[in-house]
Nanobody, 129 residues
Framework: QVQLVESGGGSVQAGGSLRLSCVGS????????MAWFRQAPGKAREGVAA????????HYADSVKGRFTVSRDNAQNTLYLQMIYLNPEDTATYYC??????????????????????WGQGTQVTVSS
């Protein structure tokens, strides 16, 4: 059974930082694209960042470029999201997701929810002004 478990969320003031982690089990981590999504109340789930199995390719949403950094440690089956200069618009539940390597059209579909086969339960990030 595949499990993705996020952690590291919390409440911070604007300008602060957080580091999210996602530990996977039941899947071969280094054969999956990994991504972070977020969903704010009343809004659709949106792709934030994604990284290829070898870390050679990364993708970011325009809204987080320069502030968020995605990374992974395949030996530890762990995905990270370092977030700095947080603002209230970053408030959301953050989810990690996995898609098998070789998923057709991944580079153009990295931010699409339906691209991913496995999902975590989410971790809440709240940024106050």
């Amino acid at each position: 059974q595949v499990q993705l478990v996020e952690s590291g969320g919390g409440s911070v003031q604007a300008g602060g930082s957080l580091r999210l982690s996602c530990v996977g089990s039941g899947l071969t981590y280094n054969t999956h694209y990994m991504a972070w999504f977020r969903q704010a109340p009343g809004k659709a789930r949106e792709g934030v960042a994604a990284i290829s199995p070898t870390t050679r390719l990364v993708h970011y949403a325009d809204s987080v470029k320069g502030r968020f950094t995605v990374s992974r440690d395949n030996a530890q089956n762990t995905l990270y999201l370092q977030m700095i200069y947080l603002n209230p618009e970053d408030t959301a539940t953050y989810y990690c997701a996995a898609a098998p390597y070789g998923t057709s059209g991944y580079s153009s579909m990295w931010s699409v929810v339906g691209t991913y086969k496995y999902w975590g339960q989410g971790t809440q990030v709240t940024v106050s002004s």
